[in-house]
């Protein structure tokens, strides 16, 4: 339960006074997490976001620079997101919660189910985050969200400050997966491939499976880049034979397995399509 709500009024204020409750501190961005009934995240000390210019979207020269702390209603309100993010914000079913749920918390959180993480991954994101060095420093750093995806512990103190999306031309779809749209997703899913040259390469696939976490699928993405699949549908087949999943109340095992083999394949096929290929590899 929070006992103490501070505020800041800049990026340096935020982090240092987050420093000195000595980890009894966390962010407040929209709060839906952290005021959730039985959150896993549940600090004593609020450090608010609220102040530091975090709400802003902006686009120069097809980069698209987004706040941390931008909602998910304004994200799909906005006349520059790409259409892949709109889409995937409205993974989200409810209205209210898309009006207080920020982006940087959900990339934060980087929970089984995100929202968010499956489709920025496969966009190839960049993260701007503010931190405190060792010695005591300021800095910033610019870093690719698969090296958040992959060293997720090492942010666990730094404040996101905006996600950046500079690959206009870029395929990315996405697809989730829950009995209802107000339900846990069992998976989120998303395809993304550079598609300049005529045919998918440097390809990211990265899903968000219950009780597994958010992975990605490197023996298919270099499969997909190097042209290796005859049919998509083989995908499906590779899948059924590998991977780590759970039974739980959004599905079983078996099930996941397979919604991911052929999520990832209509994603494919999409994206050839996309590239005036009929679907055909
Ligand atoms: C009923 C319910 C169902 C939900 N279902 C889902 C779901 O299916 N999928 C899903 O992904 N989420 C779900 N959520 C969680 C949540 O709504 C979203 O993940 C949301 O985007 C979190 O953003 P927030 O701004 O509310 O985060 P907050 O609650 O404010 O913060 C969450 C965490 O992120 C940290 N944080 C926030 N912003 C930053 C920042 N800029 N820099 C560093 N750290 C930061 C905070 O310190 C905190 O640790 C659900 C929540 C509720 C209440």
Redesign the pocket.
């Known amino acids: 339960m929070i006992r103490e709500f501070i505020t800041a009024d800049s990026f340096e204020d935020a982090l240092r006074k987050k420093l000195d409750a000595k980890g009894q501190a966390?962010?407040?961005?929209?709060?839906?997490?952290?005021?959730?009934l039985g959150s896993s995240?549940s600090p004593e000390v609020a450090v608010s976001?609220k102040n530091l210019g975090?709400e802003s979207i902006s686009e120069a020269h097809g980069i698209v620079t987004i706040g941390?702390?931008v909602t998910?209603q304004a994200l799909r309100d906005s006349v520059i997101v790409p259409a892949y993010l709109k889409e995937a914000c409205g993974f989200?079913g409810s209205l209210t919660?898309r009006n207080?749920?920020?982006l940087?918390?959900?990339i934060?959180?980087q929970?089984d189910?995100?929202?968010?993480m499956s489709t920025l991954v496969s966009a190839k994101a960049r993260l701007i985050f503010a931190d405190i060095s060792m010695d005591g420093q300021y800095v910033e750093e610019n870093i690719p969200i698969r090296e958040f995806h992959a060293f997720r512990d090492h942010f666990v103190g730094?404040?996101?400050v905006s996600v950046v999306l500079n690959k206009p031309t870029r395929f990315v779809a996405s697809q989730r997966f829950a009995r209802t749209q107000q339900s846990?997703?069992a998976v989120t899913i998303a395809f993304g491939a550079d598609i300049s040259s005529g045919e998918p390469h440097d390809v990211r696939i990265c899903a968000a499976v219950k009780g597994t976490g958010v992975i990605r699928f490197p023996e298919i993405e270099d499969g997909v880049s190097s042209g290796k699949f005859k049919d998509p549908q083989e995908i499906v087949t590779l899948l059924t034979a590998s991977s780590d999943f759970i039974d739980d109340i959004t599905g079983t095992a078996v099930y996941k397995r397979y919604i991911v083999g052929t999520a990832i394949a209509s994603m494919y096929r999409a994206c050839l399509v996309s590239i005036g290929k009929g679907g055909a590899v």
Do not use: I, K, Q, W
Not at 26 to 36: D, I, K, P, V
């Open positions: 966390h962010f407040l961005a929209g709060g839906t997490e952290m005021n959730r995240v976001l975090l941390a702390a998910l989200c919660r207080m749920a920020t940087g918390g959900n934060m959180l929970r189910d995100s929202y968010l730094s404040l996101l846990p997703a």
